[in-house]
Each structure stands twice: as C-alpha cells, then as structure tokens.
C-alpha cells in the first residue's frame, strides 16, 4: 500500500502541469495513504490476539472484542476478488444486527478479519476454529 501510494503521488505530482485538478486531487487522495500506510506497519498497530473468552482484533487505535459463544465458524471467502477470513456468527449473538445484515447483503458475509497478519489465512482460520472448538462451548 505504501508503494502504491507513493507512486500515485509521484504520477499525480507530474500530471499537474498538464491537468492541475485531476494532478493535486491524485496527489491529496493517494498522499493520505502514504502515512496510513506508515501506521499500519509500526509494531503493534494492527493485531489479532486470542484468549481464552475470545478474540480481539487490534487497529488504528481502536480494539473489538468478541467472544468465542459469538461464532459459529471462521471460513476463508472470496469477497469480491480478495480473499478474506469471514465470520459466521451463532444464531443466538443478537448483537449488531444491522450491520451485520448490511455486510451481509454487500459482501456475502456477515463479519470479517482484515488479511494484514503474518500467517496465511488457511493457518490463521485453522487456528481460530482451534480456539473456538476449545473455548467456545456453550454448555459449560
């Protein structure tokens, strides 16, 4: 991201002389992921962290928790044409209904983790559903 961004900053940056708008609007618009890009990879930015109540995903200084009688199942999905870690949420989590119904209706699934980690998502799923299986009953 941070190479794409700075190489459309860079071609923004040399259109200007011909087209000023379309140059300094590249320039503005791909400049602002130049330092989210920047954020993105400092240590501990972005984070999936497993316990065993649940899982919290980490990013741009906010954090979610959701626990493991939430879930149904992790699955890796093609939504659009990237490939992602959805959630499958239990027909008892009542929680954000909507916008659970929005996702779902827009992507195919209801919830999802970002494909930013350092595994590849088959790992990452496996591991999840791990936990899930180990913390997640119900019955207890």
Not at 17 to 31: E, I, N, R, Y
Not at 70 to 83: L, M, P, Q
Not at 90 to 96: P, R
Request: proline letters at 4%.
């Amino acid at each position: 991201m941070l190479f794409g961004s700075l190489c459309f900053v860079a071609l923004g940056v040399w259109i200007v002389p011909q087209k000023p708008l379309l140059g300094w609007s590249c320039v503005a618009f791909f400049g602002l992921g130049v330092p989210t890009s920047v954020f993105m990879i400092l240590p501990g930015a972005m984070y999936l962290k497993l316990d065993t109540e649940g899982f919290e995903l980490g990013s741009f200084f906010r954090k979610h928790k959701t626990k493991w009688t939430d879930v149904e199942r992790f699955e890796v999905r093609a939504i659009h044409t990237t490939k992602i870690i959805t959630v499958v949420y239990s027909q008892a989590y009542q929680e954000q209904k909507l916008a659970r119904a929005i996702s779902s209706s827009l992507a195919g699934a209801e919830g999802g983790l970002p494909n930013s980690y350092n595994a590849s998502l088959d790992q990452i799923v496996t591991a999840l559903n791990d936990w899930k299986s180990r913390f997640g009953r119900t019955d207890a």
